[in-house]
């Protein structure tokens, strides 16, 4: 929604302006169709043959994304934690063997499904339940698990960034591919030389309108959408540092209410719970 807003409103004080002070929109509109053909096809050609198609896949994938309201919220990060400390009291007073049966299948644990929201999550499940089983397996200390998180979280961020940065990158591109619509206008033009001057000057119009386009369309909308996917991404990795800080607080020794503590401070802090918020809401769980 405020994806649309923001570009409805950046055509319009554009356009509006431009309108408002005599300029002839008919030029632009005339050129518009074939302008947008060119830039748009050279742009696709250079997207793709620049992508591998993983990323072409995860930038369809994460366009969809920005135009969805964002899932996190301050009720999902205390669902999130209640799940966490659910699953360490478990530990805490049956055993890391207790847990089990519930790490195996999270679907059909009735521990995780309490939980539906981030239970039936796959990234979380997957996440929550890879270093659980490492846990109860024993064979690896705080500090081995403490690395190999770091590591995943490194590789799940790069992975995950991968689709913005070609989004960025194509911004970059727009621009030129806007010169080399506004250079075809050029040469197009140059070939019609005998042309009364008003002629010419429609022509050399619309030759300049490839050039507007193509900085319109960088900085107006794909560098605004790479911009919006990153901080997506940021959040969802956001939430995967909550659950690494909750087990390694546990591991360390930290009782369940003291490790949930710990994740609530990475919590970014609009959707970071109060001390009180968080422990009526275990409570109630």
């Known amino acids: 929604m405020f994806v649309i ?7 319009g004080c554009i356009f509006g302006v431009f309108i408002a002070h005599g300029g002839n929109i008919g030029v632009v509109l005339h050129a518009l169709p074939f302008e947008l ?9 250079a997207f793709v043959a620049n992508n591998q198609t993983k990323v072409l896949k995860a930038t369809g994938k994460g366009l969809g994304a920005c135009f969805k309201p ?19 009291q478990k530990t805490r007073k049956e055993g890391l063997m207790s847990i089990e049966k519930d790490i195996e299948d999270p679907h059909s644990s009735a521990l995780f499904q309490k939980f539906p929201v981030v239970g039936n999550d796959h990234h979380v499940t997957e996440f929550v339940c890879d270093y659980l089983r490492m846990m109860v397996s024993g064979n690896l200390n705080a500090h081995e698990i403490e690395s190999l998180m770091d590591t995943e979280l490194e590789t799940h961020h790069h992975e995950a960034h991968a689709a913005a940065a070609a989004i ?20 197009n033009t140059m070939g019609s030389v005998g042309q009364p001057p008003a002629v010419l000057g429609g022509m ?39 659950i690494k800080t909750v ?9 369940p209410q003291i490790a949930i503590e710990f994740g609530r401070k990475v ?19």
Do not use: C, N
């Open 168 to 187: 960025a990158r194509l911004a970059g591109a727009l621009p030129a591919f806007g010169i080399v619509a506004a250079v075809l206008g050029v040469v």
């Open 37 to 45: 053909i060119t830039i748009f096809g050279g742009a696709l050609g």
């Open 267 to 285: 919590l970014y802090s609009t959707e970071r719970p109060t001390f009180s918020e968080l422990e009526q809401h275990v409570k109630k769980k």
């Open 70 to 88: 964002s899932k996190y919220s301050k009720a999902r990060a205390m669902e999130l934690l209640a799940m966490m400390y659910e699953i360490l």
């Open 204 to 242: 050399i119009g619309s030759a300049l309108v490839g050039t507007f386009l193509g900085i319109l369309l960088a900085y107006g909308f794909a560098e605004p959408l790479a911009g919006l996917l990153e901080q997506k991404i940021d959040e969802d990795g956001k939430e995967l540092q909550t």
């Open 5 to 11: 807003i923001g570009w409805l409103v950046a055509i």
């Open 247 to 255: 087990l390694m607080a546990s591991m360390q020794g930290y009782a």
